[in-house]
């Protein structure tokens, strides 16, 4: 039980629930906006978090769209994990999704609330880094489009307000050949030890990671040391656990230099099985 | 024995369970109660120094807040040591330190948060090796001066040692002089949870004549009367406690715990109705858990593989209070060789305090921890010796003629067969002691582990049934056995249809416990459902009978020995035709001529263990216990060396059930608790920061088995009677988990070639073990 009174609001625009937000916020009151709830709910439950206005944004229309339109996919914002995977319209994205938590929340936890949430891990956001995708913001100022890459530090940098309305992805991107691994600390379903998504550009693979360090992120250098060809495996190996841009995970479920250890199978792993030997 | 008794049938409360209408004791009404919520303490050890509740009593809807200085009783099982809500010292992180009774859940909820507690963090201890090193914080200043529950606890003013039992056997020096291999290991296995799907909740009122009601799902009803008489001041004959079904409870519901807040909650309201209910946080944290522990072994053997003598230490993580812990203490010690033929022996158990969440029973009864410490010593000796596991250990088993630690000279009836079970789990699990190379980083082991346990009851624990018969002639079995999801009640329904010659569907079980109307069963522990409630059924069906013939007598003009009962019908033998249906004849039969005859049949039954004795407080000699169950389990796994990564691939169990009733039931128990032991022993494990807080408080971190991680399991009986129990079925409920943990960590060890003598048995601890072996 949340132990706390609060106001609900269930916009049915995107201005109304960005002027919700700045009212509520002009009161000195804490606010956030609501996609499933999975987060929210456990979090008040615990006492962790006590907001005073939720605005629920998963009822606007623009936030449930999932379609292609033009050369263009559109994510909107409240999307549930799994309709995205059962969609398959953007494959990769769909197997890393389909991995995150079980069945059930994958049904609640929403495409924005796990980019947006505090569990670090929020996988959702690699196929999205290497596909290039874009990201339209709504927020007090309106409506803004950006690159993932520019929002997205580690956590999504969002303005005072702002929401995740939808996620834009170019089809060359969601149809690519890809690969995906994750690793747990033990579990069939469980946060990642190391997680890994790869995205064919052409001749090159581009590479996404998450669990191994604080924050996922995608690293053009770890995926130069593994894509060239010059070098014997077991060196590119080296060299890409070298470029790590920051220093590794280190929590209970798994110490920095265990992460490290899977880090170093799985893309030995991943550099034996898709074919870097013979480029 | 009878067929009926050995087919397979559904439990009794199955339907209601497999489509969800069945009702356990929070799916009651609330309906005009009052809400209770307990503040717990965030400090693994510290001193209260005020606690604030002004603002929460100002609140509109708080009926009344409760704290240890305005409670001040104090419970336990064996030592009276634990204050029902912590008063001036705070010893775990979790402890109840206050409680809200509120018009509903919410507002007790809100008013949690403003009470105000302020705390004086003390220096934690949580390794019971630590906790006896001199220096350590002594956890209970006044130990000497605690109120006991029983003779046979030996509390150390001073130490943090709750109780101490010893076992002395033959000349330990003799034994070592006589072994060619002295292997010496340690051990520490972490506390963990019992993680029952339904929390832990009760309910109370008190009625204007001075009698209470509780309800509750715990596993010990009578206890609960007991106690909390005791502990408020009444006759027990006031307390009612009833119980409905059970949503698991693993050892982890006896406690009387909930039950006291309940009522302690009811009498701060005047008698209202009051609810107390847990969050799943709370069950974790603050509801008494698995014990941990730390053990040495020393074992000597000769070269050819016969163990001399054995040195064991086994000291008890009992957590803050000792609760049922002292006890558990003294079963390891009685139980310490495993089922193994060891003549000189020494060992000592303790039970020892720390700032742990305090320790109670958990399926296995510590079993299934001392088993990991004496099989990996096994296999430790196995492999010094180069020896097959298996052999070894046939080599050794328990046979009849032998002496158990405690001095019980071992016979088939109450051993079993240690030596065949072995024979058996070669095919079934398909046993090859070596290492199996699947490619360059994995490979496949096998890990064996034989277990033993015998349940430790009270010497004077006591069961019985009533039986009564309805319109149809169709029976209600009442018995004070709990349904915690075993299916005992269903078997003890099997054996009635079975004695009375009639279909178990004429069976119907009363799953309710109610003190009121309930003979009394002592707990609903130890796995003695069918031992001693079986006994009591079977004297209750003996009981009907007699009166049935006598009736039956009467009424067809015969002897009463001439009568025969079958399929609910009295005949005159010989003459089949001639008889009279049940409903004719249990509420006494009436004379086609109109005379009335005989009188209201109803069996009753009553049993009290016999022939059990206290442990002798220097040798530990002494027969407590009625039995054994033996068994031995294998446990296949495949491990990727890079990184400690395994699978479980197989499981198998071979138990000596005596007989087995009910096959399909009983496979489906030992199932469940080698789920259970596997995933105990690969990932449970309460983990705490510095301060004593726990880090895994909720299910997200805190990992069970799931669906879809299970091996296969494979399953076997074999049956050697216990010739004084019911059909000679011996104890099985608990025992499908006792061995798993050890079979699962041979495996490992034989995978790794590193001694995995530390769980839970993660892939990143295997990692480590294999890192440091090579460097």
Request: aromatic share 6%; charged share 20%.
């Amino acid at each position: 039980m949340i132990a706390k009174t609060f106001a609900y609001y269930l916009p049915s625009t995107e201005i109304e629930a960005a002027e919700v937000f700045l009212r509520s916020k002009a009161q000195g009151k804490q606010v956030l906006y609501y996609g499933g709830g999975s987060e929210i709910i456990t979090m008040a439950t615990a006492g962790t978090i006590a907001p005073d206005v939720v605005i629920d944004i998963k009822a606007l229309p623009a936030m449930n769209a999932l379609e292609i339109h033009g050369c263009q996919l559109i994510l909107g914002g409240a999307v549930s994990l799994e309709r995205i995977r059962v969609s398959n319209l953007f494959p990769l994205l769909g197997v890393v999704v389909g991995r995150i938590a079980d069945h059930t929340n994958q049904c609640r936890i929403t495409l924005g609330g796990n980019l947006c949430g505090t569990i670090i891990y929020r996988e959702a956001v690699l196929p999205l880094l290497l596909s290039d995708a874009m990201v339209a913001l709504w927020g007090p100022e309106g409506p803004r489009q950006a690159p993932i890459q520019d929002v997205f530090q580690g956590r999504m940098r969002l303005r005072e307000g702002e929401f995740v309305h939808q996620i834009l992805v170019n089809t060359a991107y969601t149809q690519a050949p890809f690969f995906h691994i994750k690793q747990t600390l033990g579990e069939k379903i469980g946060y990642p030890a190391v997680t890994i998504a790869m995205l064919w550009d052409g001749e090159q693979r581009r590479m996404a990671f998450s669990g191994i360090c604080e924050k996922p992120f995608r690293s053009t250098a770890m995926e130069n040391a593994m894509n060239n060809p010059a070098k014997p495996l077991a060196d590119r190996v080296a060299q890409a656990m070298d470029c790590l841009p920051m220093g590794t995970l280190e929590n209970q479920e798994g110490s920095g230099t265990y992460r490290r250890q899977i880090l170093h199978k799985l893309l030995t792993q991943f550099g034996e099985k898709s074919g870097y030997e013979n480029l | 024995m009878e067929a009926l008794a050995e087919q397979d049938h559904h439990r009794k409360e199955a339907w209601e369970k497999v489509t969800g209408k069945a009702v356990y004791t929070d799916d009651l009404p609330i309906t005009s109660h009052y809400c209770a919520r307990i503040l717990t303490s965030p400090h693994g050890h510290a001193r209260i120094l005020s606690i604030n509740t002004t603002d929460a009593l100002a609140m509109e809807g708080v009926k009344a807040v409760v704290t240890g200085e305005n409670s001040g009783i104090m419970c336990g099982t064996l030592i009276k040591d634990r204050p029902l809500l912590a008063n001036s010292i705070t010893r775990y992180a979790g402890e109840p330190v206050a409680m809200i009774v509120a018009v509903d859940e919410y507002t007790a909820d809100h008013a949690l948060q403003k009470v105000q507690v302020t705390y004086k963090p003390l220096p934690c201890v949580f390794r019971p090796g630590d906790s006896l090193k001199h220096g350590a914080p002594i956890l209970h200043e006044k130990l000497g001066e605690y109120a006991r529950v029983v003779d046979d606890v030996t509390p150390q003013a001073g130490t943090n040692i709750a109780s101490h039992y010893p076992v002395r056997k033959g000349d330990m020096q003799v034994g070592w002089a006589a072994s060619d291999v002295v292997v010496e290991e340690s051990f520490y296995l972490p506390p963990s949870a019992h993680m029952p799907m339904e929390i832990h909740t009760a309910r109370c009122h008190m009625n204007r004549d001075g009698t209470v009601e509780i309800i509750s799902p715990t596993q010990a009803p009578f206890e609960v009367a007991k106690q909390n008489a005791c502990s408020f001041r009444i006759p027990a004959g006031n307390i009612r406690s009833r119980v409905p079904l059970v949503g698991g409870a693993y050892g982890g519901k006896v406690t009387v715990a909930v039950e006291a807040l309940a009522m302690l909650a009811s009498q701060k309201v005047g008698g209202h109705p009051v609810r107390v209910i847990l969050t799943r946080e709370q069950e974790m944290t603050t509801m008494p858990c698995r014990m941990g522990l730390e053990a040495r072994i020393k074992a000597g053997v000769t070269k050819d593989g016969m163990l001399q003598a054995m040195e064991l230490t086994f000291w008890l993580d009992n957590g803050a209070y000792s609760d049922i812990g002292p006890y558990m203490a003294k079963s390891m010690a009685a139980d310490c060789t495993g089922p193994y033929h060891v003549e000189n022996l020494l060992c000592d158990a303790y039970a020892v305090y720390t700032n742990h969440t305090y320790a109670t029973s958990y399926r296995g009864f510590a079993h299934e921890s001392l088993t990991l410490c004496v099989e990996r010593t096994m296999d430790k000796l196995a492999k010094t010796l180069k020896m097959d596991p298996l052999a070894l250990r046939r080599l050794n088993a328990l046979r009849p003629g032998h002496l158990s630690p405690t001095g019980v000279k071992c016979t088939f009836s109450n051993l079993g067969d240690v030596a065949t079970c072995l024979d058996q789990i070669k095919p079934l699990s398909g046993w090859n002691p070596s290492l199996v190379t699947i490619d360059q980083n994995n490979v496949r082991a096998q890990g064996i582990a034989c277990f033993w346990k015998s349940s430790v009851p009270p010497t004077d624990a006591v069961s019985g049934a009533v039986i009564t018969f309805n319109e149809d002639g169709s029976l209600n079995l009442q018995t004070g056995v709990v349904e915690f999801g075993s299916g005992s009640k269903s078997l003890l329904a099997e054996l009635l249809a079975d004695r009375m010659r009639i279909s178990i569907d004429q069976v119907h079980v009363i799953m309710d416990v109610d003190t009121r109307v309930t003979p009394k069963h002592f707990k609903s522990v130890a796995s003695l459902s069918s031992y001693l409630a079986g006994r009591a059924v079977l004297r209750a069906a003996e009981d009907a009978l007699m009166q049935l013939r006598q009736i039956g007598a009467e009424a067809l003009c015969c002897w009463p020995e001439d009568i025969e009962v079958k399929d609910s019908k009295v005949y005159r033998r010989g003459d089949p035709d001639v008889y009279v249906h049940f409903k004719d004849l249990v509420y006494g039969f009436k004379a086609p001529a109109g005379a009335s005859i005989g009188k209201q049949v109803i069996g009753r039954g009553g049993v009290m263990m016999k022939g059990l004795s206290s442990m002798d407080p220097v040798t530990g000699q002494g027969q407590i216990s009625p039995a054994w169950t033996v068994g031995v389990q294998v446990v296949e796994v495949e491990v990727d060396l890079r990184d400690g990564t395994y699978h479980i691939l197989r499981a198998s169990t071979v138990m000596d059930v005596g007989n087995a009733v009910n096959p399909k039931g009983m496979g489906e128990l030992v199932r469940g608790g080698m789920s259970m032991g596997l995933s105990m022993a690969s990932r449970e494990c309460f983990r705490y920061n510095p301060d004593g807080k726990p880090t895994t408080l909720s299910l997200r971190s805190y990992k069970v088995m799931h669906i879809g991680e299970e091996p296969e399991y494979r399953i076997a009986f074999v049956e050697t009677p216990q010739e004084d129990a019911p059909y000679g079925t011996r104890s099985m409920s608990e025992h499908g988990i006792i061995g798993m943990a050890a079979a699962l960590a041979n495996a490992l060890s034989a995978a790794t070639g590193q001694s995995v003598n530390e769980l839970p048995a993660t892939p990143e601890r295997l990692w480590i073990l294999l890192k440091e072996a090579q460097t």
